[in-house]
């Protein structure tokens, strides 16, 4: 695992491969299992998408989880990323800059995304204190884009599999366009991304 606390011009945190083998494929199976057309919110079908005015703006299939099941032990990908906040979260939590005193936060909520080409999430805010976004996709990989991007401040942190960016909610980012060739569309080789919100209720 690697752990890198970003201080200039914004803050946030990049966590490179904090689940294991096990994990991942225990995620990947969940995350096959779960997006397909049949289970996902369509694009422009999800009244809970962040935006300005609260109007959905991404063009991607989504799906919450903390409502789609029951209860949390049904679910590999809701206790499996639950390690984010092992030690009181220090992952979190060790990061310099004031904002990422998180003792006030209590809840989250996760969500998931399925990014093929030309699927993308234009910029936005998040209706919380933290957003943590996790990628992961199948080796090789088979697209380009699909990165984070602050517009506001000419960041762009690059899509890797197994890799957690942790930052305040309210800066405006997006998902860059993810490219893929069409041969390699419907199987599968897309992005994958699970959002956690972290809040003080
Ligand atoms: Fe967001």
Redesign the pocket.
């Known amino acids: 695992m690697e752990v890198k606390y970003h201080e200039e011009r914004i803050p946030f945190v990049v966590i490179d491969d904090l689940y294991d083998d096990k994990e991942q494929s225990e995620i990947m199976v969940e995350l096959d299992y779960l997006c397909t057309e049949r289970r996902l919110i369509p694009p422009f079908k999800d009244k809970n998408g962040?935006s300005d005015d609260y109007r959905n703006i991404k063009n991607v299939g989504c799906l919450y989880l903390d409502t789609f099941y029951r209860k949390r032990r049904h679910s590999s990908i809701l206790q499996i990323t639950e390690k984010l906040f092992r030690d009181d979260a220090s992952l979190i939590s060790n990061h310099p800059h004031w904002y990422f005193d998180i003792s006030s936060i209590n809840t989250h909520s996760t969500h998931i995304l399925y990014y093929e080409d030309s699927n993308e999430?234009p910029a936005?805010?998040?209706e919380c204190r933290f957003?943590a976004?996790t990628y992961f996709y199948r080796q090789p990989k088979k697209f380009e884009g699909g990165d984070l991007q602050f517009p506001d401040h000419q960041i762009e942190v690059e899509c890797v599999n197994n890799r957690i960016i942790v930052f305040p909610?309210m800066l405006f980012?997006r998902s860059t366009p993810v490219r893929m060739l069409e041969n390699d569309t419907h199987t599968k080789n897309g992005k994958f991304c699970i959002?956690q919100f972290l809040d003080h209720k």
């Open positions: 962040a999430y936005h805010r998040d957003t976004v909610s980012h959002t």
